[in-house]
């Protein structure tokens, strides 16, 4: 089974070999699958939609991680299309410390209040990665590799969030939501200063 997993890892993170100069995509399934996961932006935001999720339980433990994706995915495609949208660096900021404070603080908004909330802040996540898509990339591939990877980030936060059910699990679910934010605050600053 391992050398299973090994294989198929460097499968995916493996580049093109380029052999003839001027053909292949660069930065197209394996690029655009790493960039949400070396992104502690990303990550942090990713791990939250699933965290809080969990905490809410039954139907936005899936429909949150699904909203998230497929709304990244539209924004990734305007993104693409080199429209602009302002304030891209600080939406993505605040999408940390919001959704950090949502587990923090266990929020239950109703069901479409939340997927709002999670769709909104998508939209800057999607958007920075479809405008951040290299010229020579394939850009279904790289895609694909993107909303891929925030699935499997979203089912980590799921997975974590699971904790709920174990003795003082949800404090350390939500103590684990205010570090989130405090990330997103510490994000804040750092888009305001440049």
Do not use: C, K, N
């Not at 942090?44 to 991680?65: E, K, T």
């Not at 089912?155 to 350390?172: F, H, K, N, S």
């Amino acid at each position: 089974m391992r050398r299973i997993v090994v294989t198929l890892a460097l499968i995916v993170l493996a580049g093109p070999a380029l052999a003839h100069t001027g053909t292949g995509a660069v930065g197209g399934f394996g690029a655009g699958f790493l960039h949400p996961i070396l992104g502690w932006d990303h990550v942090l935001a990713m791990v939250a939609v699933g965290l809080w999720g969990a905490l809410l339980g039954m139907p936005l433990i899936w429909i949150l991680p699904v909203t998230f994706p497929l709304m990244m995915a539209v924004a990734g495609l305007l993104g693409g299309l080199g429209l602009a949208l302002p304030a891209m660096e600080r939406g993505i900021a605040l999408s940390v410390l919001v959704l950090g404070a949502m587990v923090a603080l266990r929020a239950r908004p109703p069901l479409p209040v939340a997927i709002l909330i999670v769709a909104v802040w998508a939209v800057f996540h999607g958007w920075a990665h479809g405008a951040e898509l290299p010229e020579a990339a394939d850009p279904f591939a790289y895609g694909i590799g993107f909303v891929l990877a925030t699935g499997l980030l979203h089912l980590l936060g799921i997975g974590l969030g699971l904790m709920v059910r174990w003795p003082q699990g949800e404090r350390v679910l939500r103590l684990g939501g205010a570090a989130i934010g405090i990330a997103g605050l510490w994000l804040l600053a750092g888009t305001s200063l440049a």
